[in-house]
Nanobody
């Protein structure tokens, strides 16, 4: 049973926006630090952003000012708002616990056209 399910990906033009969602099925979700990762074609998976249990956020330098991670603990959901998208953002996006990650799900595909 996959504990984190990603959705919201799609095809957008350069400069466009997209909002990803991550539905969690874990106990004590509000105590989890959560993170978004991505994997571009032919490349390793990389970390994108984290939100901890206090709501503090951290992100990869290349997405600062463009991506915002947030959470709704009542709905057991983590979001990634992506603005000013670039072709290099094209990847499969995954969410997971930032500490002791669980089994990786299928992710959601984000494709940014030039």
């Amino acid at each position: 049973q996959v504990q984190f399910v990603e959705s919201g990906g799609g095809l957008v033009q350069s400069g466009g926006s997209l909002r990803l969602s991550c539905a969690a099925s874990v106990s004590n979700f509000n105590s989890y630090s959560m993170a978004w990762y991505r994997q571009a074609p032919g490349k390793q998976r990389e970390w994108v952003a984290t939100i901890n249990s206090d709501g503090d956020t951290f992100s990869k330098g290349s997405v600062k000012g463009r991506f915002t991670i947030s959470r709704d603990n009542a709905d057991y959901t983590v979001y990634l708002q992506m603005n000013s998208l670039k072709p290099e953002d094209t990847a499969v996006y995954y969410c997971n616990s930032a500490v002791n990650p669980r089994t990786w799900g299928q992710g959601t595909q984000v494709t940014v056209s030039s």
